[in-house]
């Protein structure tokens, strides 16, 4: 089993950070995995990418050109990961802020109102973590429950008091994925 | 120890506590500045020297200082801060002092950019400074072999007074892995640091730390000193990794991310039936050149691969002597090659010495 | 170090400090050198400090200074002494530190060293030769040169519009708020020697209380590059350095002035 996933957004979108929910959720599980995030000059709002891998043998490259799933946080990134995504992947798309249908017939496309759902939820930074949870649900790369665990465990000392609504968010995305 | 998610800036930095870092002098620079952020803090709570100085030629200087002390010190940096430091790794080499160093190197030539890159590949192996001299130079391919290197570096600094430097890019140094920390070592006492440190001349006679020989014929003697403590290192130290080179008729030979990039490049070839092997040095300096001199009685052809126009490229040339073809394909600027760009370079050497 | 049997009727007036060696130095003669490294011994022998001491020497003519020292040293690069000094002392606060440096090493190629160090309050002493040329390369310009002043690389006298100005160290690292002790002396007399020899006490004594960085600048002579007499030399320095550099403390923090009250 190896799934390439790349989460792309803009900087301040969480792109990094469901990349390392989904890495620690990963490295629990037993798996290998990688992390490796683009970089670059700081800049507030600029692009932010993160590309995670999750294997069960030992990873060679962590980057890849095609990578078998993505999620897609703005319209620069659909415009660079739809076309890339392996046949038979999977592809999550901001529909709040992508105003684009996937033209691809090959892969599986979940299409969330994340940043609208974020709102409600209360917070519109939760928009990654729908995502995440459509992602995880779509490719079952690892259980919804060990994102649930890396959230207990890893979310910042100074967003505890959201752990509440990121599990509630996670679980919008899961919904989404089934339905 | 179980394994967590360590950024391998972060893990460099913390591998260097556990292996009884005293004092970190350095300066920020991306992709880099992680390891000195790390460090700010994680120093002053273990009551240990962490100074951010006001540039790169203040810092090795600084590590110069304490090291002539005998304390186990370090900076790191990337690629035009190291250049800044040459000046001062010349003077440690001749004073044989030991001392860390850790490049995380981007983009050359100038000030570049940020983009992970191998272009140090010279400064690193050939020329850190002025004069006669190689550091031990260690380059890991992962976050858990940063880690290893990083201790491994400090204990072969000490054990040969040289300077061990730790090459890994941007990407190594930005990425995140599982990986494992080895327990805090407790710090060296005073009364265990070597007989020539600056301690005080207190009921012996003065040391002197100098790389100042004045008379060509003395000099020369140092030198001869320096040169058979590099052959000594030579006949030990050289390290590497082979992945498939039992029955490999190709022979993949790439360092650091590119070395693992290689590995995801040999399965896949693998899988389509190319018999292909990969020997990853992990050290750069000494060199795997025996290994590679007799891998090519073995194989038909290798392919280099690298982040710059093709550095290491001449070390395997120069270990191999002819035995067998040798291409090479090489990103520059900050480009990192994938296992699709690899892959096609090696059906082309295939196709070129027939093999399979 | 060896002990002479003295006659019960006479009395030792006079003997090499247990911090110098027995070594002839390189210096040429009439150079001021030779005073400055006397009363450095001196003093850290009468403070007893010998066996605790770290000295740094520069690159200058004062480079073999640890052949004359009689305690631990390292050598420096050129202007990186300040820089080594910092990680000395830093990672051996119970040691004393301190820097030796020319005004090549000091003001020009070590500027920034200094300044950053000195504006830390780093803990070691620095001692400043100025002699407004470079020795050991063979008298060429230094940032120190005065207005006028003939070298070989500006044999027509330095002139300001094409070199910039003499830099004065001691007002410049005065003005800096780490700055525990920073003083101009002069060896030109013996006023001037004995004036030197308390300002390096002080600076000393302030390092070892840890008040924080010291300096003392001493303005020297070098009649080989000055192409003159010794004698005339020294007539010179009081004539014309003295006027340019002014001599006296330029920053004694009040955590020294207590110190020095308190004596």
Request: with cysteine; net charge negative; hydrophobic share 45%.
């Given at each position: 089993?190896?799934?390439?996933?790349?989460?792309?957004?803009?900087?301040?979108?969480?792109?990094?950070?469901?990349?390392?929910?989904?890495?620690?959720?990963?490295?629990?599980?037993g798996?290998?995995?990688?992390?490796?995030?683009?970089?670059?000059?700081?800049m507030r709002?600029?692009?932010?990418?993160?590309?995670?891998?999750?294997?069960?043998?030992?990873?060679?490259?962590?980057?890849?050109?095609?990578?078998?799933?993505?999620?897609?946080?703005?319209?620069?990134?659909?415009?660079?990961?739809?076309?890339?995504?392996?046949?038979?992947?999977?592809l999550?798309?901001?529909?709040?802020?992508?105003?684009?249908?996937?033209?691809r017939?090959?892969?599986?496309?979940?299409?969330?109102?994340?940043?609208?759902?974020?709102?409600?939820?209360?917070?519109?930074?939760?928009?990654?973590?729908?995502?995440?949870?459509?992602?995880?649900?779509?490719?079952?790369?690892?259980?919804?429950?060990?994102?649930?665990?890396?959230?207990?465990n890893?979310?910042?000392?100074?967003?505890?008091?959201?752990?509440?609504?990121?599990?509630?968010?996670?679980?919008?995305?899961?919904?989404?994925?089934?339905? | 120890?179980?394994?967590?998610?360590?950024?391998g800036?972060?893990?460099?930095?913390?591998?260097?506590?556990?292996?009884?870092?005293?004092?970190?002098?350095?300066?920020?620079?991306?992709?880099?500045?992680?390891?000195?952020?790390?460090?700010?803090?994680?120093?002053?709570?273990?009551?240990?020297?962490?100074?951010?100085?006001?540039?790169?030629?203040?810092?090795?200087?600084?590590?110069?200082?304490?090291?002539?002390?005998?304390?186990?010190?370090?900076?790191?940096?990337?690629?035009?801060?190291?250049?800044?430091?040459?000046?001062?790794?010349?003077?440690?080499?001749?004073?044989?002092?030991?001392?860390?160093?850790?490049?995380?190197?981007?983009?050359?030539?100038?000030?570049?950019?940020?983009?992970?890159?191998?272009?140090?590949?010279?400064?690193?192996?050939?020329?850190?400074?002025?004069?006669?001299?190689?550091?031990?130079?260690?380059?890991?391919?992962?976050?858990?072999?940063?880690?290893?290197?990083?201790?491994?570096?400090?204990d072969?600094?000490?054990?040969?007074?040289?300077?061990?430097m730790?090459?890994?890019?941007g990407?190594?140094?930005?990425?995140?892995?599982p990986?494992?920390?080895?327990?805090?070592?407790?710090?060296?006492?005073?009364?265990?640091?070597?007989?020539?440190?600056?301690?005080?001349?207190?009921?012996?006679?003065?040391?002197?730390?100098?790389?100042?020989?004045?008379?060509?014929?003395?000099?020369?003697?140092?030198?001869?000193?320096?040169?058979?403590?590099?052959?000594?290192?030579?006949?030990?130290?050289?390290?590497?990794?082979?992945?498939?080179?039992?029955?490999?008729?190709?022979?993949?030979?790439?360092?650091?991310?590119?070395?693992?990039?290689?590995q995801?490049a040999?399965?896949?070839?693998?899988?389509?039936?190319?018999?292909?092997?990969?020997?990853?040095?992990?050290?750069?300096?000494?060199?795997?050149?025996?290994?590679?001199?007799?891998?090519?009685?073995?194989?038909?052809?290798?392919?280099?691969?690298?982040?710059?126009?093709?550095?290491?490229?001449?070390?395997?040339?120069?270990?191999?002597?002819?035995?067998?073809?040798?291409?090479?394909?090489?990103?520059?600027?900050?480009?990192?090659?994938?296992?699709?760009?690899?892959?096609?370079?090696?059906?082309?050497?295939?196709?070129?010495?027939?093999?399979? | 170090m060896?002990?002479?049997?003295?006659?019960a009727?006479?009395e030792?007036?006079?003997?090499?400090?247990?911090?110098?060696?027995?070594?002839?130095?390189?210096?040429?003669?009439?150079?001021?050198?030779?005073?400055?490294?006397?009363?450095?011994?001196?003093?850290?022998?009468?403070?007893?400090?010998?066996?605790?001491?770290?000295?740094?020497?520069?690159?200058?003519?004062?480079?073999?200074?640890y052949?004359?020292?009689?305690?631990?040293?390292?050598?420096?690069?050129?202007?990186?002494?300040?820089?080594?000094?910092t990680?000395?002392?830093?990672?051996?606060?119970?040691?004393?530190?301190?820097?030796?440096?020319?005004?090549?090493?000091?003001a020009?190629?070590?500027?920034?060293?200094?300044?950053?160090?000195?504006?830390?309050?780093?803990?070691?002493?620095?001692?400043?030769?100025?002699?407004?040329?470079?020795?050991?390369?063979?008298g060429?310009?230094?940032?120190?040169?005065?207005?006028?002043?003939?070298?070989?690389?500006?044999?027509?006298?330095?002139?300001?519009?094409?070199?910039?100005?003499?830099?004065?160290?001691?007002?410049?690292?005065?003005?800096?708020?780490?700055?525990?002790?920073?003083?101009?002396?002069?060896?030109?007399?013996?006023?001037?020697?004995r004036?030197?020899?308390?300002?390096?006490?002080?600076?000393?004594?302030?390092?070892?209380?840890?008040?924080?960085?010291?300096?003392?600048?001493?303005?020297?002579?070098?009649?080989?590059?000055?192409?003159?007499?010794?004698?005339?030399?020294?007539?010179?320095?009081?004539?014309?350095?003295?006027?340019?550099?002014?001599?006296?403390?330029?920053?004694?923090?009040?955590?020294?002035?207590?110190?020095?009250?308190?004596?």
């Amino acid at each position: 089993m190896q799934e390439e996933i790349i989460i792309s957004g803009f900087g301040g979108q969480g792109t990094l950070f469901a990349g390392q929910l989904l890495s620690y959720a990963a490295m629990e599980e037993g798996f290998h995995v990688t992390w490796i995030p683009s970089y670059g000059p700081e800049m507030r709002g600029g692009k932010a990418r993160c590309t995670v891998i999750v294997s069960d043998v030992e990873i060679g490259s962590p980057l890849v050109r095609r990578p078998s799933a993505a999620i897609v946080l703005n319209l620069p990134s659909m415009e660079a990961f739809e076309p890339a995504i392996k046949p038979g992947g999977t592809l999550v798309v901001n529909r709040s802020l992508i105003p684009l249908q996937s033209e691809r017939d090959d892969i599986r496309v979940i299409y969330a109102s994340a940043t609208d759902m974020a709102i409600e939820l209360g917070n519109v930074r939760l928009a990654n973590v729908i995502c995440l949870g459509a992602l995880v649900q779509a490719t079952s790369v690892v259980p919804v429950t060990a994102i649930e665990r890396a959230l207990d465990n890893h979310l910042p000392e100074r967003h505890r008091k959201l752990l509440g609504i990121n599990k509630e968010a996670l679980h919008k995305g899961v919904e989404l994925a089934n339905g | 120890m179980a394994k967590e998610l360590w950024e391998g800036n972060a893990a460099i930095a913390e591998a260097a506590i556990r292996a009884g870092l005293e004092a970190f002098y350095g300066y920020p620079i991306t992709p880099q500045t992680e390891v000195l952020e790390h460090l700010s803090h994680r120093m002053i709570e273990l009551g240990r020297v962490f100074l951010q100085a006001e540039s790169e030629v203040a810092s090795i200087n600084m590590v110069y200082g304490a090291a002539c002390t005998g304390v186990r010190v370090m900076t790191s940096s990337s690629s035009p801060g190291i250049s800044l430091m040459q000046e001062g790794l010349s003077y440690i080499a001749c004073s044989e002092v030991p001392a860390v160093v850790c490049n995380i190197m981007r983009g050359g030539p100038g000030l570049g950019n940020v983009q992970p890159a191998q272009g140090d590949y010279f400064q690193a192996v050939k020329s850190a400074g002025h004069g006669d001299y190689h550091m031990i130079v260690l380059a890991p391919s992962n976050v858990q072999e940063a880690i290893d290197l990083m201790v491994l570096a400090f204990d072969l600094a000490d054990k040969y007074r040289t300077i061990a430097m730790l090459v890994a890019d941007g990407a190594i140094g930005q990425m995140m892995e599982p990986a494992e920390m080895p327990p805090l070592r407790p710090l060296r006492k005073p009364e265990e640091r070597g007989e020539w440190a600056l301690t005080g001349a207190r009921g012996r006679e003065p040391n002197t730390i100098t790389s100042l020989y004045l008379g060509a014929e003395n000099l020369e003697v140092v030198n001869l000193r320096l040169q058979e403590k590099l052959r000594q290192i030579e006949a030990n130290e050289v390290r590497w990794k082979e992945y498939d080179t039992e029955d490999a008729e190709l022979l993949l030979v790439a360092f650091g991310t590119v070395g693992r990039i290689c590995q995801t490049a040999v399965r896949e070839a693998r899988a389509k039936g190319v018999k292909v092997g990969l020997l990853r040095p992990v050290t750069l300096w000494p060199f795997p050149s025996a290994r590679l001199a007799e891998l090519a009685g073995q194989v038909q052809g290798m392919l280099v691969v690298e982040m710059n126009a093709g550095q290491m490229l001449q070390d395997v040339r120069l270990a191999v002597e002819g035995r067998c073809p040798i291409e090479f394909y090489g990103r520059m600027g900050g480009v990192i090659p994938l296992p699709d760009d690899i892959l096609p370079e090696l059906h082309k050497l295939e196709a070129a010495v027939g093999a399979g | 170090m060896a002990t002479i049997d003295i006659p019960a009727d006479m009395e030792l007036v006079y003997q090499r400090p247990e911090s110098l060696t027995p070594a002839h130095t390189h210096y040429c003669p009439g150079c001021t050198h030779g005073i400055i490294h006397r009363l450095i011994a001196e003093v850290l022998d009468e403070l007893g400090l010998r066996e605790r001491t770290i000295g740094i020497a520069p690159v200058g003519c004062s480079v073999l200074a640890y052949y004359y020292f009689n305690f631990d040293m390292a050598e420096a690069a050129h202007g990186r002494a300040p820089a080594m000094a910092t990680g000395m002392k830093r990672t051996n606060p119970d040691k004393v530190v301190f820097t030796y440096q020319g005004d090549g090493d000091l003001a020009a190629i070590g500027t920034a060293e200094i300044v950053h160090s000195a504006n830390r309050g780093e803990l070691f002493t620095t001692i400043f030769v100025n002699n407004a040329i470079y020795g050991m390369t063979g008298g060429q310009m230094a940032p120190t040169t005065l207005p006028g002043q003939v070298s070989t690389s500006c044999p027509s006298g330095r002139d300001v519009e094409l070199a910039g100005f003499p830099m004065h160290m001691a007002e410049l690292l005065g003005g800096l708020p780490g700055t525990a002790y920073v003083t101009r002396q002069a060896v030109f007399d013996v006023r001037g020697i004995r004036r030197t020899k308390k300002a390096l006490t002080t600076a000393f004594r302030a390092q070892l209380a840890g008040l924080g960085f010291t300096m003392v600048e001493v303005l020297s002579t070098c009649n080989t590059n000055w192409h003159m007499s010794v004698l005339g030399a020294l007539e010179w320095a009081k004539d014309k350095m003295v006027g340019y550099y002014p001599l006296g403390d330029t920053k004694v923090s009040d955590a020294v002035r207590a110190m020095l009250e308190e004596k």
